[in-house]
């Protein structure tokens, strides 16, 4: 009988090795989920309220109106100088012949008519990590405040954001206004399995 136990005492011992590190992957990978869904909820309330401000013409290009948006996303690493993430609020319009006419132009001759395109765009965070999926306006067309010029976003093809178009179709001088945040989340990486992690949500108003 002592040899019995004794026996069932190693084979438990293997046993117990044999599953550990199956036990163990299971565990990292709970808890991993669980950070990732906790993550994400907090990233799509910072997009939705972000989003919600600057449709409300809330300035962004304000440092007190940005801080109020920080201490919001403190725990998300959110800074205006870098940080591991970024808050990109871009208005966007269908252009129409009335747009090209109050701008002084001939609809003749307003390559952007028809086209949705970037009107403002205003940065919270890092904008070194992540560029909106909707345009590419180039830099020095953006004013302080963040908005484009008629001049320019009537003739500049980089104002376009033809990806828009398969989000939210805009009929002729229809406004919409756009939220995107990224956050890059080294924290939910799992080595071997997968790396560079980040989130990146979307609200359309």
């Not at 008519?113 to 560029?131: A, E, M, P, S």
């Not at 405040?145 to 003739?155: D, K, N, P, R």
Request: hydrophobic share 40%; proline share 4%; glycine share 8%.
């Amino acid at each position: 009988m002592r040899t019995r136990a004794t026996s069932q005492r190693g084979n438990a011992i293997l046993e117990f090795a044999v599953a550990a590190p199956l036990l163990m992957g299971m565990l990292f990978g709970v808890f991993t989920t669980g950070m990732a869904i906790s993550k994400s909820q907090q990233v799509s309330t910072l997009a939705q309220e972000a989003g919600s401000m600057f449709v409300r013409s809330v300035d962004f290009s304000s440092p007190g109106n940005q801080a109020m948006l920080l201490r919001q996303a403190s725990n998300l690493e959110l800074r205006t100088d870098g940080g591991k993430g970024v808050i990109i609020l871009s208005q966007m319009k269908k252009i129409s012949e009335p747009d090209c006419h109050l701008a002084g132009f001939d609809p003749r001759n307003c390559p952007n008519l028809g086209y949705t395109v970037v009107v403002k765009r205003q940065f919270i965070g890092n904008r070194d990590l992540f560029q909106s999926s909707y345009g590419s306006p180039q830099s020095e067309l953006f004013e302080q405040s963040g908005a484009i010029l008629a001049a320019h976003y009537l003739f500049d093809p980089t104002c376009r954001a033809e990806q828009f178009e398969s989000v939210l179709s805009l009929s002729g001088g229809e406004i919409a206004y756009v939220s995107e945040a990224y956050f890059r989340t080294p924290e939910l990486d799992i080595p071997g399995y997968k790396k560079d992690s980040s989130i990146y949500r979307k609200v359309v108003f």
